[in-house]
């Protein structure tokens, strides 16, 4: 058997390094360690404390407003950095619009149009990544995220957890085991925009790893199609390696209507983290 049960399964405490334990990670220095004893600190000082401390635990139900709001959100920011960024990862794709571009110029000898066919084209592209995007987000909404007790945290092998600052939900994550070749797969990671940059999606990513490792795992794997590579440089951190890409990956909730093939295109890759040998 490779999992405890449910309740050590998803257990849950103050973040702290903790990476010796975890095979991939490194030790550093970060700003939601333990926070020392109060009795150590003047009371100023053990307030500015217990107010910057980040807490990684399991998710409750009245979490499930904040959980959506994030989740929705991330979704969301994928709309223009999928039409904009993404089109500098796809040069077949920037050789048809030149193409189409120049096509325009011979068709209709207007240079007005001919400058305004690039323009046209990056706001149909708009259009269908928000239009695909928006299907899959739907889909999202409906399934798992619409009942996260159910998908998450009641299944062996599965848990959710939010990361807490201040009070406040700030981050999301979601572990989901799968029993065919004892990996657990690293889902929904997500961290509200306006707390980035305080190393809480790297401690949602080192609780899946512990997760992992107390459950006897072999390995932890996930799938991205995140275009900041800011998102791809964290796996890497915590130990991942791409194991795979895919070019013209098709997300939940594609047509793959002829006009959604050429404006929208998505790269997916696919990270493993390897615990230990079978």
């Known amino acids: 058997m490779h999992f405890s049960s449910p309740k050590m399964v998803c257990e849950t405490k103050i973040v702290a390094d903790e ?5 991939g990670t490194k030790k550093e220095s970060i700003m939601w360690s333990s ?14 404390v217990r107010k910057d401390a980040v807490f990684i635990r399991e998710f409750e139900r009245g979490d499930q407003e904040e ?4 989740f929705y959100e991330g979704i969301m920011e994928r709309i223009p950095n999928t039409a904009f960024r993404g089109l500098r990862q796809q040069p077949k794709t920037q050789f048809i619009y030149a193409f189409l571009t120049v096509m325009c110029f011979f068709v209709t000898k207007s240079v007005t149009l001919t400058c305004c066919a690039p323009l046209i084209l990056m706001g149909a592209r708009y259009y269908y990544s928000r239009k695909v995007i928006h299907s899959y987000l739907d889909r999202a909404l409906h399934t798992d995220m619409a009942d996260i007790e159910a998908y998450y945290m009641t299944p062996t092998g599965s848990c959710f957890w939010v990361a807490v600052l201040d009070g406040r939900v700030v981050g999301i994550v979601a572990a989901q085991g799968h029993e065919d070749d004892n990996t657990v797969e690293l889902h929904r990671m997500s961290v509200d925009s306006r707390y980035r940059g ?3 999606a790297k401690a949602l990513g080192r609780r899946v790893l512990e997760f992992a490792v107390r459950n006897n795992y072999a390995a932890v794997v ?7 590579l800011a998102a791809h440089k964290l796996y ?11 070019e013209d990956y098709r997300l939940p909730g594609m047509t793959r209507s002829p006009l959604e093939r050429l404006f929208f295109q998505i790269r997916y890759s696919r990270y493993r983290l390897q615990l230990r040998e079978e």
């Not at 990476?19 to 095979?23: E, F, V």
């Not at 959980?67 to 994030?70: K, P």
């Open 19 to 23: 990476h010796d334990a975890i095979p």
């Open 236 to 246: 890497e951190s915590l130990g991942f390696r791409r194991t795979g890409q895919s």
């Open 198 to 200: 305080k190393g809480i």
């Open 67 to 70: 959980v959506r709001r994030i």
């Open 35 to 48: 926070p020392p004893s109060s009795a150590a600190l003047n009371p100023a000082e053990a307030k500015d």
């Open 222 to 228: 996930l799938g991205t199609t995140a275009v900041k």
